[in-house]
């Protein structure tokens, strides 16, 4: 039995380790999560939920994009984006939320087009408007914006 449950405990720190992502810092983790708060619900994640998605991470539980997805499954979200709400709204709450600012009619376009077509989930269109903002491609303007929001939120 004990043979058997260090066996266990070996899998899984080996499974934990092989996906964690150790290119992160503890800082960079919780900037990201925090990013991910003020995308979905526009507010700053309490100390307690910023640790423990910050540790999921660190620890290999959830992938960033996990944490971003499993927000979904919150009921703060599925007040704010019940069922039947629109993406046209959903994506333009969330460039308002991050970016402080409407959507350009195309990029609007776009987001509405690829979430009408299951091209992406909402999960994953914020997560891309996220890194969007931080491109060096994007605009000054708009990572000055999501930088601020972030470093308020933390």
């Known amino acids: 039995m004990k043979k058997f449950l ?8 080996l ?3 092989s996906h964690a ?28 939920g910023l640790m423990y998605w910050t540790n999921a991470v660190e620890t290999g539980i959830f992938t960033i994009e996990q944490v971003a997805q499993s927000f ?4 703060e979200t599925q007040a704010k984006f019940p069922g039947g709400s629109s993406n046209t ?8 939320n991050t970016l402080s600012r ?9 987001w509405v087009d ?11 269109a914020i997560m891309t ?18 930088a601020k929001k972030t470093d308020i939120g933390l």
């Open 15 to 17: 499974y934990s380790n």
């Open 21 to 48: 992502d150790n290119s992160l810092s503890h800082e960079e983790i919780q900037r990201l999560v925090t990013e991910i708060y003020v995308a979905t619900f526009e507010r700053a994640p309490a100390y307690s």
């Open 102 to 110: 409407a959507p350009a009619q195309a990029g609007l376009t776009y």
């Open 129 to 146: 408007i996220l890194n969007g903002a931080k491109a060096e491609t994007g605009s000054a303007t708009d990572a000055a914006m999501l």
């Open 72 to 75: 979904f499954d919150q009921p």
């Open 114 to 124: 690829a979430l009408d077509r299951g091209a992406f989930r909402r999960d994953q």
């Open 89 to 96: 709204e959903f994506i333009t709450t969330i460039f308002s």
């Open 6 to 13: 260090l066996g266990v405990m070996g899998l899984f720190l």
